[in-house]
């Protein structure tokens, strides 16, 4: 027996603790429920591959942990961990996401979340960000930690120029590099199409972006940016083909 599976060998005496996985890329999943299946009392109570599912089944499998992506098909998931941390305050969500921490760590723990994780960091910092959480702490990656107190303490960091949007302002602005249409974005996120242009217009004035065209170069540069700093380990990638 190797040390991996000694490690990932289970006593029916052990408490277990119940992890929900949230991604809509089924071998990514596939390959997370596996990674959290090793660490020492933890088990998988279920899946699901977009918010809607989710909220569907995250009360039912009563977890103690739901780990779930920031980018998912039906809503951003900043919105999913809002709408668990009401309906489930006591519920603890680690996000696991390809977007850089340093736009969306702080974001997601304003949201409700307790720690956030880059997809392809090591395994051992997965089995560490979980038992953190699990245990009433907050995972963060040292980077951050140190961004955050800085920001707190008054010292000043570059910072993304995105941080200047909202969260929804950064939800359409997604959508929007994903090459979604106006109507699209209002279908995808229950609000009018004159609510989304409206949005369209405080991105480009935050921005300093003169048109429709600037804004939708810029939103696809950016996500192109996250998917090359994403981990080999993505083996699923959307590409960008506007028409």
Known sequence: MN?????????????QWRIFLVD???????????????????????????????????????????????????????????????????????TFSMHDEMLYAARTLKAGARGYLMKGADTNLLEKAVNRVLKNGIYLSPQVADHLLRNMSGGTLPQSRLQVLSDRELEIFELIGRCRSISQISDQLNISPKTVDAHRGNIKAKLNLTDAASLMREAILWIELEKDSASESETKKEKNTCT
């Open 24 to 94: 809509d890329h089924p071998m990514l999943i596939e390959g997370l429920a596996k990674l959290v299946e090793q660490i020492p009392q933890c088990m998988v109570c279920g899946q699901a591959s977009s918010a809607t599912e989710a909220l569907d089944k995250i009360p039912s499998a009563m977890p103690d942990l739901v780990i779930t992506d920031i980018s998912l098909p039906d809503k951003n998931g900043l919105e999913l961990i809002k709408d668990l941390n009401s309906i489930l305050p006591d519920l603890k969500i680690l």
């Open 3 to 15: 040390d991996l599976d000694k490690k990932s060998k289970k006593t029916p005496d052990q408490p």
